[in-house]
Protein backbone atom coordinates (compact mmCIF):
# COMPACT_ATOMS: atom_id res chain seq x y z
CA UNK A 1 0.00 0.00 0.00
CA UNK A 2 1.38 3.71 -0.85
CA UNK A 3 -0.10 6.30 0.09
CA UNK A 4 0.20 10.20 -1.68
CA UNK A 5 0.23 13.81 -0.41
CA UNK A 6 0.86 16.35 -2.95
CA UNK A 7 1.36 20.00 -1.94
CA UNK A 8 2.90 23.60 -3.65
CA UNK A 9 -0.22 24.33 -5.48
CA UNK A 10 -1.40 27.71 -5.53
CA UNK A 11 -2.41 30.97 -7.50
CA UNK A 12 0.44 32.11 -9.84
CA UNK A 13 0.57 34.81 -12.66
CA UNK A 14 1.20 33.83 -15.90
CA UNK A 15 4.97 32.93 -16.49
CA UNK A 16 5.45 32.81 -12.75
CA UNK A 17 7.03 29.20 -11.39
CA UNK A 18 5.61 26.74 -9.07
CA UNK A 19 7.46 23.40 -7.53
CA UNK A 20 5.07 20.27 -6.65
CA UNK A 21 5.90 17.77 -4.21
CA UNK A 22 4.50 14.19 -3.64
CA UNK A 23 5.13 12.46 -1.26
CA UNK A 24 4.81 8.85 -0.78
CA UNK A 25 4.48 6.94 2.80
CA UNK A 26 4.92 2.79 2.68
CA UNK A 27 7.97 0.35 1.29
CA UNK A 28 9.86 0.13 -1.70
CA UNK A 29 9.08 3.97 -3.26
CA UNK A 30 12.39 3.17 -5.36
CA UNK A 31 10.49 0.19 -6.79
CA UNK A 32 7.37 2.27 -7.99
CA UNK A 33 7.25 4.72 -11.37
CA UNK A 34 5.91 8.12 -10.55
CA UNK A 35 3.28 10.16 -12.53
CA UNK A 36 1.57 13.56 -12.55
CA UNK A 37 -1.83 14.01 -13.92
CA UNK A 38 -4.01 17.20 -14.17
CA UNK A 39 -7.56 17.97 -14.51
CA UNK A 40 -9.12 20.81 -15.68
CA UNK A 41 -12.87 21.76 -14.93
CA UNK A 42 -14.74 20.19 -17.61
CA UNK A 43 -12.12 18.08 -19.04
CA UNK A 44 -10.85 14.88 -18.65
CA UNK A 45 -7.41 13.86 -16.95
CA UNK A 46 -4.32 14.14 -19.01
CA UNK A 47 -0.97 13.14 -18.39
CA UNK A 48 1.57 15.37 -17.78
CA UNK A 49 5.11 13.95 -16.70
CA UNK A 50 5.90 10.35 -15.49
CA UNK A 51 9.64 9.07 -14.14
CA UNK A 52 10.48 5.33 -13.85
CA UNK A 53 11.75 3.52 -11.07
CA UNK A 54 15.06 3.01 -13.20
CA UNK A 55 14.89 7.59 -13.83
CA UNK A 56 13.80 7.42 -17.54
CA UNK A 57 11.64 10.52 -18.19
CA UNK A 58 8.54 11.49 -20.24
CA UNK A 59 6.50 14.12 -20.86
CA UNK A 60 3.35 15.55 -22.54
CA UNK A 61 4.25 17.80 -25.22
CA UNK A 62 2.44 20.77 -24.00
CA UNK A 63 4.80 21.10 -21.11
CA UNK A 64 8.28 20.13 -22.76
CA UNK A 65 11.12 22.37 -22.00
CA UNK A 66 8.67 23.98 -18.87
CA UNK A 67 8.11 21.22 -16.58
CA UNK A 68 10.63 19.06 -14.97
CA UNK A 69 9.59 15.65 -13.02
CA UNK A 70 12.46 14.62 -10.45
CA UNK A 71 12.58 12.15 -7.39
CA UNK A 72 14.65 11.90 -4.52
CA UNK A 73 14.37 8.01 -3.74
CA UNK A 74 15.46 9.04 -0.21
CA UNK A 75 12.82 11.11 0.95
CA UNK A 76 10.68 9.01 -1.07
CA UNK A 77 9.12 12.29 -2.87
CA UNK A 78 8.31 13.06 -6.51
CA UNK A 79 8.51 16.57 -7.15
CA UNK A 80 7.35 18.47 -10.58
CA UNK A 81 8.98 21.96 -11.34
CA UNK A 82 6.85 24.09 -13.45
CA UNK A 83 7.80 27.10 -15.02
CA UNK A 84 6.66 29.49 -17.38
CA UNK A 85 3.51 28.92 -16.24
CA UNK A 86 0.25 29.46 -18.64
CA UNK A 87 -3.49 29.78 -17.94
CA UNK A 88 -3.67 26.59 -19.72
CA UNK A 89 -1.95 24.57 -16.65
CA UNK A 90 -4.73 25.44 -14.66
CA UNK A 91 -5.90 21.96 -12.99
CA UNK A 92 -5.90 19.76 -9.95
CA UNK A 93 -2.25 18.05 -10.50
CA UNK A 94 -2.08 14.51 -9.02
CA UNK A 95 0.61 11.97 -8.62
CA UNK A 96 0.38 8.60 -8.74
CA UNK A 97 2.26 5.51 -8.44
CA UNK A 98 2.36 2.60 -10.70
CA UNK A 99 4.78 -0.47 -10.86
CA UNK A 100 3.18 -0.91 -14.87
CA UNK A 101 3.31 1.48 -17.82
CA UNK A 102 3.48 4.83 -16.81
CA UNK A 103 2.09 6.55 -19.71
CA UNK A 104 -1.62 4.51 -18.98
CA UNK A 105 -3.64 6.52 -16.29
CA UNK A 106 -5.52 3.28 -16.02
CA UNK A 107 -2.10 1.59 -14.82
CA UNK A 108 -1.60 3.58 -11.83
CA UNK A 109 -2.88 1.95 -8.73
CA UNK A 110 -2.10 4.50 -6.18
CA UNK A 111 -3.26 8.14 -6.74
CA UNK A 112 -2.85 11.37 -4.66
CA UNK A 113 -5.61 13.44 -3.75
CA UNK A 114 -4.90 16.46 -5.96
CA UNK A 115 -3.67 19.87 -5.39
CA UNK A 116 -4.89 23.04 -7.06
CA UNK A 117 -2.70 24.52 -9.77
CA UNK A 118 -4.10 28.35 -11.01
CA UNK A 119 -2.35 30.83 -13.50
CA UNK A 120 -4.14 33.52 -14.02
CA UNK A 121 -3.48 35.83 -16.94
Known amino acids: QVQLVESGGGLVQTGDSLRLSCAAS????????MGWFRQAPGKEREFVAA???????YYTNSVKGRFAISRDNAKNTVYLQMNSLKPEDTAVYYC???????????????WGQGTQVTVSS
Open 96 to 110: AATRRAVLDSDAYDY
Open 26 to 33: GRAFSSYS
Open 51 to 57: ITYTANI
